[in-house]
């Protein structure tokens, strides 16, 4: 058989790559001819994926509920892969960084338009019975979803809001101790951590504590300050910066709060959730103040951070 130029050359390339390595490049190519076609389900592991939904209950939209968390889970993993990308490039530029933060205000514009699928897709019957099997755990227990406050800001914007001034020097540790998670989870009755938060930072706090000191000078804030010292026009990235500080800390926790007026809204007291927070003080973005980049922001727009979107929930659920 005559072999064309194309794949004498290409075997002329493979010979030299598994030479440098001291490899026997017949043996590869063995390894090549006995290798099976690859097929779509094995590459993306469909059928592990489609496995991995294991309901508690008999009651059928229990399987929405684990499928939506796990697709938000995927998209999480989605951004956490664009904001690595970001904070570990050596010459970060802002056409880079522009570009791979418009991939994650994709994803999360695409999560917070995608939440009806909690809100308006489970039957409330049976979502109020299929909860009580899940107790402690809640999507508090998220830990991608800390991780990616992590990277966004500089630890201060996520202590607990009336903590911030004293803690402005403080160190790492110190202002974890107050970030504002930990104050949103306590028991409604006596004020104690609870199961839910104690398991959480059992899993997570050690990895948190390393990703806290690893993205301390390379977050997407400082990111953004060190482009700024090049004296570049940073007028695009700053819009996508607040564009992305809404989604995340208004849009989304809105989506989300919708879900729980909808399901635990219940008169004259509220229904309790299963990770125990006192859900109504806690979730709206109004009270929380959550801000990724508060500089870019007027004092009236802080003020005003989360508020007309709250009323226009309840309002829609009346
Ligand atoms: C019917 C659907 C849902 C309801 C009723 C609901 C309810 C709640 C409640 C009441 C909390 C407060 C913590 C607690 O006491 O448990 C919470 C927190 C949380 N949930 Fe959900 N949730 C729903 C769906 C989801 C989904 C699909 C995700 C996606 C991962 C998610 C992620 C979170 C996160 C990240 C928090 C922490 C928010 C914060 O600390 O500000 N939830 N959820």
Sequence with gaps: ????????????????????????????LDGLLYADYLTYWDY????????????????????????????????????LHECEQITQHLNLDV?????????????????????????????????LKFRMSLLPASGFQSGQYRMIEIYATDLINLVAKDKREELRLA??????????????????????????????QTKYDASFLTLLAKVEK??????????????????ELENLLKRFDVLVNVNWP??????????????????KATGGTNWQKYLPPRFQKRIFYPNFLSLE???????????????SLK
Excluded: C
């Design 171 to 200: 160190n790492i540790q110190q202002k974890y101790d107050q970030i504002y998670w930990r104050f949103g989870a306590t028991e409604l009755a006596s004020g104690k951590q609870t199961l839910t938060l104690k398991q959480f």
């Design 254 to 271: 809105l989506a989300h709060y919708k879900s729980a007026v909808r399901y635990l809204n219940r008169e004259p007291e509220e229904i």
């Design 44 to 79: 993306i592991h469909l059928d592990t994926l489609l496995s991995l939904q294991t309901p508690k209950t008999s009651f059928p939209d229990e399987e929405i509920f684990i499928l939506y968390h796990q697709i938000t889970e995927l998209y999480f993993k989605l951004v």
């Design 1 to 28: 058989m005559e072999t064309n130029p194309e794949i004498e050359n290409r075997l002329k390339l493979l010979q030299e790559k598994y030479a440098a390595m001291g490899q026997d490049m017949v043996s590869y």
């Design 95 to 127: 056409a880079f960084f522009s570009f791979r933060l418009k991939r994650i205000i994709n994803y999360f514009e695409a999560l917070t338009h995608s939440f009806s699928i909690m809100i308006d897709g489970m039957d409330k019957e049976q979502f």
């Design 301 to 315: 727009e802080t003020e005003e951070w989360g508020k007309t979107w709250v009323f226009e929930v309840l309002a």
């Design 218 to 235: 390379s977050n997407l804030w400082q990111a953004y300050l060190k482009l700024k010292t090049k004296d570049q026009d940073l007028s």
